[in-house]
């Protein structure tokens, strides 16, 4: 299995900027895509970014494309989600997500979450 560790979450004002990180570990050689997901209370969990480790492509929620950026290291399994600009309403905890596997074994691994909390 693949475990997952985030860190880097916090508090800013509007305008300013974080940066999230997420490493995974255990038997981390399938691992194939990385990102992160976001949940408000109430409401369910949102895609916000995603980066597959081998090409680098990369995917990103609407309400945070050109202000976020998400980066990846396929040798250390690791992830940095860079946002900029940030505004009040990207407030929420964000989870780290791995995609694992192939066809007939695919699971999705998660992080427990790190608080990001934006002032306006």
């Known amino acids: 299995q693949v475990q997952l560790a985030e860190s880097g979450g916090g508090s800013v004002e509007a305008g300013g900027s974080l940066t999230l990180s997420c490493a995974a570990s255990?038997?981390?050689?399938?691992?194939?895509?990385m990102g992160w997901e976001r949940q408000t209370p109430g409401k369910a969990r949102a895609f916000v970014a995603g980066?597959?480790?081998?090409?680098?492509?990369?995917h990103f929620a609407d309400s945070v494309k050109g202000r976020f950026t998400i980066t990846g290291d396929n040798a250390k399994n690791t992830v940095h989600l860079q946002m900029n600009s940030l505004k009040p309403e990207d407030t929420a905890v964000y989870y780290c997500f791995a995609e694992v596997g192939g066809p007939g074994d695919r699971y999705d691994a998660w992080g427990r979450g790190t608080q990001v909390t934006v002032s306006s």
């Open positions: 980066i597959r480790l081998n090409g680098g492509d990369t």
């Open positions: 255990g038997r981390t050689n399938g691992v194939n895509v």
